[in-house]
């Protein structure tokens, strides 16, 4: 059982910068790797980043690619998401989570763990 809570969400204007962190309870962050996903109004629910246990392995989304930086501090038992150069596609709830599985993982149904969310609000 691990709970997650994201935090740094707001209203922006485009071409700001914003950093959510996704706090971990727990002893055993370290196991997990972690994603993070994002939701729109009226759309389906997509992959942005996901980071290996290690922090030394990162993938992207192509939409975020370039603009977004995924990291984790263990001894915090936090993961961050950079957002720089905001656009208003941008805008959505994210939410972190966590996978026990080896490799890349894209698909939410290999995450067991989610957090609520975290509303991101891009304006033009």
């Known amino acids: 059982q691990v709970q997650l809570v994201e935090s740094g969400g707001g209203l922006v204007q485009a071409g700001d910068s914003l950093r959510l962190a996704c706090a971990a309870s727990?002893?055993?962050?370290?196991?997990?790797?972690m994603g993070w996903f994002r939701q729109a109004p009226g759309k389906e629910r997509e992959f942005v980043a996901t980071?290996?246990?290690?922090?030394?392995?990162?993938y992207y989304a192509n939409a975020v690619k370039g603009r977004f930086t995924i990291s984790r501090d263990n001894a915090k038992n936090t993961v961050y998401l950079q957002m720089n150069s905001l656009k208003p596609e941008d805008t959505a709830v994210y939410r972190c989570?966590?996978?026990?599985?080896?490799?890349?993982?894209?698909?939410?149904?290999?995450?067991?763990?989610w957090g609520q969310g975290t509303q991101v609000t891009v304006s033009s």
């Open positions: 989570a966590a996978s026990q599985r080896l490799g890349v993982q894209t698909e939410e149904q290999n995450y067991d763990y």
């Open positions: 727990g002893r055993t962050f370290s196991r997990y790797r």
């Open positions: 980071i290996s246990r290690s922090g030394e392995t990162t």
